[in-house]
């Protein structure tokens, strides 16, 4: 994105929201689905391209409020027992 003529008023408020912006276009970018348009609306993403940003968001937040499931035994710690 181009830098914009603000005044300094408009500056204030715009930085944070083209901040933003920028970030989720980079993000966009690096996930591979450069050729998705912003004009483009969520609703017509393949289910591929929907995964794949849900997928890439929960990687990058750290896996925050993300349930996984997991085909290797693991270790109950407060019976011993193992699980699967």
Not at 12 to 20: N, Q
Not at 34 to 53: C, F, N, P, V
Not at 57 to 68: A, F, P, V
């Amino acid at each position: 994105m181009g830098e914009l003529e603000l005044s300094e008023r408009d500056h204030l408020i715009a930085d944070r929201v083209l901040k933003e912006v920028r970030e989720r276009m980079q993000f966009l970018l690096d996930v591979g689905l450069d050729y998705l348009t912003l004009a483009r609306s969520a609703g017509t993403l393949s289910g591929g391209e929907a995964q794949r940003i849900r997928l890439a968001s929960q990687i990058g937040s750290g896996w925050s409020g993300c349930s996984t499931s997991s085909t290797s035994p693991r270790s109950d710690s407060t019976s011993g027992t193992t699980s699967a």
